[in-house]
C-alpha cells in the first residue's frame, strides 16, 4: 500500500486543481456563445411619429432615423446584433428595445 506523505498530498491537491482549471479553460474556449440580439419597431416608431405629426418630411424620416442608430449605438458597441420588429417571427419581451 502507497502511503500519502502531507508533501504528496499537497501536490496531488494542487495537481487535480490545475487538472480542473486546464479543462474547464479548454471546455468554456469551445462552447457557442449565445448571440446577443435587440429588435426595434421602426414601423411602430414611424407610426407614432405620424400621430404626433413629427414625420411629414424626408428631413424628418431622416432625424427618425438618426435618432435609431445613436439610441442602439451602444448596444452596437458591445457587439449586439440589432434586427427590424418586422423581421422577427418571434422573440421575448426583453430582446425588445424601446426607443423614445
Do not use: H, W
Not at 487535480?16 to 471546455?27: K, Q
Not at 435587440?38 to 405629426?53: C, P, T
Not at 432625424?63 to 422573440?91: C, F, H, N, P, W
Amino acid at each position: 500500500m502507497i502511503t500519502l506523505t502531507p508533501i504528496k498530498m499537497m501536490a496531488f491537491l494542487v495537481f487535480c486543481v490545475l487538472s480542473g482549471a486546464l479543462g474547464g479553460y479548454y471546455a468554456a474556449s469551445f462552447s457557442p456563445v449565445p448571440a446577443q440580439i435587440a429588435i426595434v419597431d421602426v414601423q411602430g416608431l414611424v407610426k407614432k411619429a405620424v400621430e404626433k405629426n413629427q414625420a411629414q418630411t424626408e428631413d424628418d424620416a431622416k432625424a427618425l432615423m438618426a435618432k435609431v442608430k445613436s439610441s442602439t449605438e451602444e448596444l452596437i458597441q458591445r457587439g449586439v446584433v440589432i434586427l427590424d420588429a418586422q423581421s422577427v417571427l418571434s422573440a421575448p419581451e426583453e430582446a425588445y428595445v424601446n426607443i423614445e
